[in-house]
Every structure is written in C-alpha cells, then in structure tokens.
C-alpha cells in the first residue's frame, strides 16, 4: 500500500496506542497490589474462557520499559494506559500503597524519557473487591473514595503527567457486569445498575474537581458509543432504536452535556428508573467542564422492537428494554463478531456533534480489531484484516474531520495483545502479538503500517 493511500490529518493531530491495567500488568499480588473485582471473577469457575485470568497476562509490571520501547519506535505522540486503584488503596480506601505507586512513577518516567506523553485513565474496571464488598458502584460511597483516590494519584503524578481520562466505558460496568453479568462483578440486577451507571457520573465529576484542583492540563471521560441503527423503517423499530440509544449513549451524554437526564428513562426502563439514588445538586457534579470527550469506537448495531428478556417484572434487568440486537449481513465480522461498517464511525461522529453542540474537543481513545492471526513461518504476523480495519477506519475518521468535526487524536486498540476480559487470551487485539508462553513480544504488520502512517503524517507536516 503505497502513502498515496493512506488517510491524512491535520498538523497537530496526535497518534497514540492504548492498554488497561488488569488486561497487562501481570503481577496481581506484587508490592502490597490488593484484590480487584476482576481478581475474584476469573478466579470463579466457568466464567472466563478457557479458566484465563490476569495473574501474569503480558507481565507488563515487570516488563514495562521493553514495551515503552516499542512504543518508541513506533512513533506515538501519547501513551493511554490506566492506573489500578487497588495498586494504589489495596482496599479502595484507607492506607497508601506508596509502592504500588513507585510503579507508575518508573512508567511516567520511561514515557517522558521516551518522548511520549502519558495519558492516565484512573478506572478502567479494576474496581477493589472490598469496594464491591460494600456495595460497590450501586452506592455513593464508591464515588466519594473515587474522589479521594484521584486526589491521591493526581498528587504524586500530577507534577508529570498533564492529561487524565477519569472513567472508561461506564457502560460495560454499569450494564455489562451490574445488568448482563458477563464482566466483574457478575450481577444480574435493575434498579441497582442503574444506580452504578448514576454513581459513575457522579464518581466521573468529583474527580474533575479533584483534577482541576490539582492543576490537569486537560481532562476528560472514555465512552464507548455505539452507532445505533433500527432494523426497519418502521415506528416499532425506530422505537426500539431510540430506548437502545438511551442505554448506550444518551445515559451518559445527556447529563454530561445536556445537563438533564433522558427524556425518554421511563420509556426505556419503566419502574426500574426509579430515581432513588439521585440528589438535588448531582447533575451540577456530573456536568463538569471538560477538555475533550473520549470515545472508543468499534461497531455499529442494530436493533429491533421485541419482548423483554425477562418475562417476570422482579426479575428485569436494566438492559432488558425490549430493542434485541440483529445481525449485520453481508459484511465481514471480526474474532469479536463486530460488524465492520466503517462508514458508520463517520455517521457517529457527525450525528454526535449535531445532536451535543457544545461537546468539547474529541479524542478517539480506542480503536481496533481482534483478529485471528497466527505467527507465519516466516516469522512474521500478517494480520491483513487488522490493516485493512484500521486504514479503513482511519479513513472515515478523516472523512469526519473534513466534514466538521473537531478530533484532536487517535490511540489504538490495543498495543499489545492481552487479557480480553471475558473471552480470556483467545481474542488478540494487539498489534504486538504476546506469546503468552514466552512473553515474548511481536510486532505484526499492523504495527509497522501504523508506525508508517505516523511517519507519513510527520513528514506532510513538518514534524
């Protein structure tokens, strides 16, 4: 593929590559490291694929500066990685792990050395288990030792590191592990999931404060969007597609940049939004000025109207909103099963910016495919698709920009392959294949076309 065909930016458009802590860092017990949700989940029998769980995954604790090293040469402007809270407050509260620092001190400093700029993200799902114990994101109280946690990982890192990322995805651990049960904690609950999706907002804009208190450069929140599409034409359909808008996007959109819950919460989820867990004064704290909004973008879906998944009202989850998903024909699907529709990355992004007016800056946090690569016996990985996804999708966030809309950067998913939450070591997204054996480490083609396209776009402008 010549550079002739390779998507173009605008000067100043910052490239990077993204990891979260319990899917790399290994080393679940070392340095006084307390237990996190995702700990005990795939410690549980018959939950995660194949019994996998992070105790070592890519063993990045103990091997973070060959890894800064291949962030090096592959010429990112930014790294995003997440912070463990449980490094940090083994018991989400109480005492500092000042060790369990140490190591983000050595990563920052590696990074800044490197000429990379660290870009934290304080929550990516490693929540403390003595935190669930007590209720976790179902009660306020999580939100409030969120607040503490930040100001103290803000403290000790804040002198270096200028851009912060408070949550990513609230969606996956409000509904995926309070409502569906597929990740950490497991519960299957209504009223109760909604409630952790209200406690992650507020838990998001206390730590804004705490940020700003503490001088950040800029700060913002991860969301994962979906493009969400009616399977007909018709009223039922469109119906369904607008509560299925709510449960992906609006819950977090609306008080973030609206300043106003949903309209349509009792549409969505009857009873269930029962408003119990709100405050007067909550919508002020979750409506924080930020700097930019970070969106992880992967597929488009498609739903249609249908019965509740639950017939029995007690027994509703918060996700049951009569909109089931249909199945995309006629494209190709990743490992993951995602459609790859990538003009619907650019149809996102333009209706997002007409919908939310005043959005702040855009930054694309997360972006990529799992694939099912396998090293050749040329020693190499080939993984084409993951190319042919990753310039395609780069392309239509190009089309978006000439169109309009204001995206600062792109960090792709992921670096390296790692613990794929509940499917284990068997999905790879990375483009850096990890022999999970070894440890050894592998760039695949993918890496070496993204680090030609980071050359390329220096070369057009300048850098």
């Avoid at 307390?34 to 070592?56: A, E, K, M, Q, R």
């Avoid at 005043?358 to 190499?380: C, F, K, Q, W, Y």
Wanted: aromatic share 10%.
């Amino acid at each position: 593929m010549s550079n002739d065909h390779l998507p173009e930016f605008p000067a100043g458009f910052r490239f990077g590559a993204a990891t979260a802590s319990y899917q790399i860092e290994g080393a679940v017990h070392a340095d006084g490291r307390g237990p996190s949700i995702w700990d005990t989940y795939s410690h549980t029998p018959g939950l995660v694929l194949n019994g996998d769980t992070g105790d070592v995954a890519c063993d990045h604790y103990h091997r973070y500066a060959e890894d800064v090293e291949l962030l090096r040469r592959l010429g990112v402007d930014a790294y995003r990685f997440s912070v463990a809270w449980p490094r940090v407050l083994p018991t989400g509260a109480g005492e500092v792990n000042q060790r369990g620092l140490d190591f983000y001190d050595r990563l920052v400093d590696a990074l800044l050395e490197a000429g990379i700029t660290p870009t934290a993200t304080l929550y990516h799902w490693d929540l403390p288990q003595a935190l669930e114990d007590a209720g976790g994101w179902r009660v306020r109280a999580t939100a409030e030792h969120f607040a503490a946690y930040t100001r103290i990982v803000a403290d000790r890192l804040g002198d270096r590191i200028r851009h912060w990322i408070t949550l990513n995805e609230p969606f996956c651990t409000a509904f995926v592990g309070y409502a569906v049960g597929r990740h950490a904690p497991g519960a299957r609950e209504g009223t109760p999931a909604l409630a952790a999706a209200h406690h992650l907002l507020v838990a998001h804009g206390l730590a804004v404060r705490e940020l700003r208190a503490a001088g950040a450069h800029e700060v913002g929140i991860t969301l994962n969007l979906d493009r969400v599409l009616p399977a007909s034409d018709s009223e039922a359909d469109r119906a369904a597609a607008d509560r299925a808008e709510t449960l992906h996007n609006r819950v977090w959109l609306d008080p973030l940049f609206t300043g106003a819950y949903p309209a349509n919460e009792a549409e969505t989820w009857g009873e269930l939004a029962d408003g119990s867990y709100r405050r007067d004064g909550d919508l002020e704290i979750i409506g924080q000025p930020l700097d930019f909004l970070g969106i992880n973008y992967y597929r488009p879906i498609k739903v249609a109207d249908g019965p509740w998944e639950e017939a029995d009202p007690a027994r509703r989850t918060a996700v049951d909103i009569r909109a089931p998903e249909q199945r995309f024909e006629g494209v190709r699907h990743t490992a993951m099963d995602w459609p790859v529709v990538p003009g619907s990355f650019t149809d996102l992004l333009l209706d997002l910016t007409e919908r939310y007016p005043d959005l702040p800056p855009i930054l694309i946090t997360e972006n990529g495919s799992a694939e099912h690569d396998t090293v050749s016996p040329d020693g190499r990985v080939h993984d084409a698709d993951r190319v042919a996804y990753l310039n395609d999708h780069l392309h239509a966030l190009a089309a978006a920009i000439r169109a309009g809309v204001d995206v600062r950067g792109y960090f792709v998913w992921s670096l390296l392959d790692n613990f794929e939450w509940a499917f284990g070591y068997e999905r790879r997204f990375g483009i850096v294949r990890v022999d999970y054996d070894t440890l050894e480490r592998l760039p695949k083609d993918s890496y070496f076309w993204y680090q030609r396209l980071i050359e390329h776009h220096r070369a057009r402008h300048g850098g």
